[in-house]
Nanobody
Framework: QVQLVESGGGLVQAGGSLRLSCAAS????????MGWFRQGPGKEREFVAA????????YYADSVNGRFTISRDNAKNTVSLQMNSLNPEDTAVYYC?????????????????WGQGTQVTVSS
């Protein structure tokens, strides 16, 4: 089992930045691909970004590409999401997820473990 805990959410004005972090514990000796998803009010949970096990490959949703950056520190078992140029449409609960097998990391069903989420609110 792997436990994921997100942090770094909060309230920010449009145009501002936030940095989310996700700390993994448990069976972290196995390398996992990591992803971030978000769920806005009344919306389905959607893919935001993902990073491969080594960190050598990253993937982004079109809506955040160029504004968000995903990174990982395997020594510390953490993954981060730097979010810049935030706008009200980015308001959502952000979830960290871990996948222990190869797959399409854009899809929710590629992931085996999920965090509880952290709220990000962007005011206009």
């Amino acid at each position: 089992q792997v436990q994921l805990v997100e942090s770094g959410g909060g309230l920010v004005q449009a145009g501002g930045s936030l940095r989310l972090s996700c700390a993994a514990s448990g069976r972290t000796k196995s390398r996992y691909a990591m992803g971030w998803f978000r769920q806005g009010p009344g919306k389905e949970r959607e893919f935001v970004a993902a990073i491969s096990r080594s960190g050598g490959s990253t993937y982004y949703a079109d809506s955040v590409n160029g504004r968000f950056t995903i990174s990982r520190d395997n020594a510390k078992n953490t993954v981060s999401l730097q979010m810049n140029s935030l706008n009200p449409e980015d308001t959502a609960v952000y979830y960290c997820a871990a996948a222990n097998r190869y797959g399409n990391y854009v899809r929710r069903d590629a992931y085996d473990y999920w965090g509880q989420g952290t709220q990000v609110t962007v005011s206009s």
